[in-house]
């Protein structure tokens, strides 16, 4: 299995996996040992070189059922809009990385209770800004998770979908602050310099609760039917 290990006198993580030949061979990654970002990229190379070997002395079992082999190809298929599938890709891209940690090589390894496992791993893992995601934030992941598993077993990689019925308790969102009368009227004042479209978006925003993405597309339609009438 590949492995990754320090040398004494050296910054650098270094990598010992087998190769396509069957050679056992080590090298530098060029990824610091006392960087925790690096650190990552190199337990994730680990992990990506780990899975060729196992797919190589596995046969088809695993290699056909391969996570990077069809859930990419899957999400595009069934995402209608790019911005729904360059979602989706950002959620696949963490809980890819669990997957590769957790040496889950297929789908047939997954089980109700390491995918549970999921939500300490996800709320503990710290980011390179030091922040943590929500327990919201990963059981909205476990859903894809659970959704990729269903189409795994139309494909034949998996004989049931363990995530079927998650049941997980969400905790209750913040409450966010309304704006303050000076709050409003500073922001009034920042848009007095810039497009007047931004300026519609905010007053649409303001009074109708729709979210700054909604109110944007809106407000060029909005301008326009005022100038035709």
Known sequence: MASIYKKQNSPFWFIQFIDSDGTRRNKSTGLRADNPAETVKARTLRAQLEAKELNRHAG?????????????????????????????????????????????????????????EYLDWRT????????TAGRNTAIMELKLLAMIMGEAVRL?????????????????AAKKPELTDKEISEIREALTTEPEWMQIAFDIALHTGCRLRESACVAPTWKKSLNDS
């Open 124 to 131: 503990n893992y710290k980011k390179k800004t030091g922040k």
């Open 156 to 172: 034949g990689h998996a004989d049931a979908n363990p995530l079927v019925s998650l049941k997980l308790r969400r905790d209750k």
């Open 60 to 116: 088809e079992s695993i290699s056909g059922g391969g996570w990077d082999t069809w859930v990419p190809q899957y999400l595009e298929r069934h995402c209608e809009s790019p911005r729904t599938l360059e979602r989706y890709s950002g959620t696949w891209s963490w809980l890819a990385f669990w997957l590769q940690e957790m040496r889950y090589h297929s789908p047939r390894a997954i089980t109700y209770r390491n995918a549970l």
